[in-house]
């Protein structure tokens, strides 16, 4: 199951469950579609995967299967791709 990470981990912007801006990789790195089209060219810098829409669960299943709070934030990481 996704985790559903609740932030972008370039720009640390908030990203809630049913967000249509969630970009994720394979490995469900996340990131907001600004950082994902505009800095990153739809590419991972963690794993080199495509960055492609997160899909989204539906309200009445987030209850027994919640997102995930954990938030990852790798600044540096980002600024290197666009290096």
Do not use: W
């Amino acid at each position: 199951m996704l985790q559903l990470r609740p932030n972008c981990e370039c720009c640390d912007k908030d990203l809630p469950a049913d967000s249509t801006e969630a970009r994720i990789c394979s490995f469900e790195c996340t990131f907001c579609v600004s950082c994902a089209e505009g800095k990153l060219h739809g590419k991972c810098p963690n794993c080199g995967g495509e960055l492609l829409a997160r899909p989204r669960r539906p309200a009445d299943k987030l209850a027994s299967n919640p997102a995930s709070r954990d938030r990852i934030y790798k600044p540096a990481t980002c600024a290197k791709a666009t290096e």
